[in-house]
C-alpha cells in the first residue's frame, strides 16, 4: 500500500524560511517523478513543483527562486524548501506521485503552512 | 498562460447523470485528468489520460477529452459523489507546465 506523509508545515512570518517533508512507503521517490501541490483556503489546487526520477526539478512560476525541491533517497523522502514566504504562500500543501503523462494518483494527508505576522 | 474553464456548479439528482466539462485551447494535443475532492480530505484521481480509471474508481466515472472540451461524466450519481472535481493538464513540450481548472462543485439533490 502506497502512503505518502508530510510534515513541517506551521505558522511562519512573513519572509521567513520553512521545509516541508514527504515520506512515502510503498513507493520509491527516486524512482518516479513526485510534486508538490497546494491548495489556499477555500481556493483551487495549484501545482508547485516536481522533481524527475533523474533529478531534474521544475517550478511553478509563482515559487521560482523562492522555493526548492530534492529530495533524499536513503530517507525515500521529498522535500521542499521554502524561502521569502508571503501570505499568498498560505496553503495545505500536499505531495503527490506524479505519473509519466502528468497525472497524480497518490496523494499525502498534506501540511498546512501559515504565513502571517 | 493556459487556463482550464470549468463550470463553477453541477446540480443533478440522485440516479442521473452528471457531466462536468472541462475547456481548453488545442486540447486534442493535451491529456486531461480529473479529480474528485470531498472537504477536508486529499484529492482523489478518478481518470487519468483522458478517459482512464484508477483501480478503485467505480466504473460509473469515464471521461472524453474531444475538441477544446473535456468532460467527465459520472452515472447513476450517488449522495456520495457529492464533492468537488477539479480537470488538470500536463504539458512537457518544454519545462513541464501543470494547469488545475478552477473546480466544480458537484451537488446531489
Known amino acids: 500500500e502506497v502512503q505518502l506523509v508530510e510534515s513541517g508545515g506551521s505558522l511562519v512570518q512573513p519572509g521567513g524560511s520553512l521545509r516541508l517533508s514527504c515520506t512515502a512507503s510503498?513507493?520509491?521517490?527516486?524512482?518516479?517523478?513526485m510534486s508538490w501541490v497546494r491548495q489556499a483556503p477555500g481556493k483551487g489546487l495549484e501545482w508547485v513543483s516536481v522533481?524527475?526520477?533523474?533529478?531534474?526539478?521544475y517550478y511553478a512560476d509563482s515559487v521560482k527562486g523562492r522555493f526548492t525541491i530534492s529530495r533524499h533517497n536513503s530517507k525515500n523522502t521529498v522535500y521542499l524548501q521554502m524561502n521569502s514566504l508571503t501570505p499568498e504562500d498560505t496553503a495545505i500543501y500536499y505531495c503527490?506521485?506524479?505519473?509519466?503523462?502528468?497525472?497524480?494518483?497518490?496523494w499525502g494527508q498534506g501540511t498546512l503552512v501559515t504565513v502571517s505576522s | 498562460s493556459y487556463v482550464l474553464t470549468q463550470p463553477p456548479s453541477v446540480s443533478v439528482a440522485p440516479g442521473e447523470t452528471a457531466r462536468i466539462t472541462c475547456g481548453g485551447s488545442?486540447?486534442?494535443?493535451?491529456?486531461v485528468h480529473w479529480y474528485q475532492q470531498k472537504p477536508g480530505q486529499a484529492p482523489v484521481l478518478v481518470v487519468y489520460?483522458?478517459?482512464d480509471r484508477p483501480s478503485g474508481i467505480p466504473e460509473r466515472f469515464s471521461g472524453s477529452n474531444s475538441g477544446n472540451t473535456a468532460t467527465l461524466t459520472i452515472s447513476r450519481v450517488e449522495a456520495g459523489d457529492e464533492a468537488d472535481y477539479y480537470c488538470?493538464?500536463?504539458?512537457?513540450?518544454?519545462?513541464?507546465?501543470?494547469?488545475f481548472g478552477g473546480g466544480t462543485k458537484l451537488t446531489v439533490l
Open positions: 503527490a506521485r506524479t505519473l509519466d503523462r502528468g497525472g497524480f494518483d497518490y
Open positions: 510503498g513507493l520509491i521517490v527516486s524512482s518516479d517523478y
Open positions: 522533481i524527475y526520477s533523474g533529478g531534474r526539478t
Open positions: 488545442k486540447f486534442g494535443t493535451k491529456i
Open positions: 489520460d483522458d478517459s
Open positions: 488538470q493538464v500536463w504539458d512537457s513540450s518544454s519545462d513541464p507546465y501543470v494547469v
